[in-house]
């Protein structure tokens, strides 16, 4: 990523307010939790129910909670229309930004851009033909695309809340109409995830705080939204998947290295559909005490189930708790 530091400033400075109601409505709604995916967070869960256990083995299910209660809910519902807008405005912002940095300018000779301008050029936006593109985008193009089609798809829409009010709210879900009639529903999983992409893309560039959580957070959230960008599902492992905990003595010590026993893992009702849609929580003992610990979504370990695997000390480190 070549960006500036005024750049970066400039893009926290332009989407500032947007980020911060963003954020702290999706927090107080309990839809997205934006810590999601960090291993101490997943750790630190309270066990819902059991599903099964096998000795010292255990398959549980995480508890998750909503801090907003019933009025909460009612508040949050009554201004979805206002989260709308102000997801679409974030991006716009976003948009501008990366478009002007790149010496996109818009056509015309007031030199404003309208929304066509806009969408024109990120439509036809390579990622390749531009030299400033932050590292997020770099390494995951299909994340870009999907926000950018967002953008595109939802312009018409956003003329419909803000000109038209041409919109409804029912049971809790913004239905919003176009011109030709033509319709998306948000519940509010789908509401704050377009708040979510909006936000947490930002604050990465502005934080350059790339990651695995950076990523498994943007992935669930564009997943959440892939009836409107109409691109494949990331499929990554969802955070309310079962955690599956696997208490290992060492087959080697000094370095240490443990073998998962993987035929047992592969019962566990969440393993054997081979979706990956489950957390192996590995805890690498020495005399019953923890020596090392990990929570790893089963997406980065479809192969090792199928062929056997060992962990020692240094792997998986960004899962490691």
């Known amino acids: 990523m070549t960006i500036s530091t005024d750049q970066i400033n400039e893009l926290h400075e332009l989407t500032e307010y947007e980020r911060w109601s963003l954020t702290g409505l999706a927090e107080l709604s309990g839809n997205i939790k934006l810590e999601k995916y960090t291993v101490e967070t997943l750790a630190e869960r309270p066990i819902d129910r059991e599903i099964t256990s096998d000795g010292q083995r255990i398959g549980y299910l995480r508890a998750s909670a909503s801090i907003g209660g019933r009025g909460v809910d009612q508040v949050i519902s009554d201004i979805t229309p206002l989260i709308f807008a102000s997801s679409y405005k974030c991006l716009d912002l976003f948009v501008e930004w990366l ?11 007031n030199d404003k851009w309208t929304f066509e301008n806009k969408v024109d050029e990120i439509t036809s936006f390579d990622l390749n033909d531009n030299p400033n593109i932050p590292s997020i985008f770099e390494s995951n193009p299909r994340m870009f695309r999907g926000i950018s089609n967002i953008y595109t798809e939802l312009k018409e829409y956003r003329h419909s809340i803000i000109h038209d009010m041409n919109f409804e709210v029912n049971d809790s879900k913004l239905i919003i109409n176009n011109d030709d009639d033509d319709s998306y529903m948000f519940g509010g999983e789908e509401l704050f995830s377009f708040a979510g992409v909006a936000s947490v ?9 790339y990651d695995y959580v950076t990523v498994r957070q943007l992935a669930t959230m564009l997943d959440n939204l892939s009836y409107v960008h109409s691109l494949p599902n990331f499929g990554l492992t969802d955070y309310e998947s079962p955690i599956i905990r696997v208490r290992m003595e060492p087959i080697e010590i000094d370095p240490y290295r443990w073998e998962p026993t993987v035929d047992q893992i592969n019962n566990f009702p969440p393993v054997d559909e081979g979706t990956g849609a489950f957390w192996l929580n590995l805890v690498g003992l020495d005399n019953e005490n923890i020596i090392n610990e990990w929570i790893i979504p089963g997406d980065r370990l479809t192969e090792s189930l199928e062929s056997g695997f060992d962990v020692s000390s240094g792997d998986f480190q960004e899962y490691m708790i």
């Open 99 to 109: 478009l002007e940095i790149n010496g996109k300018n818009p056509a015309g000779s």
């Open 201 to 209: 893309s930002i604050d990465t560039i502005i934080t350059d705080t």
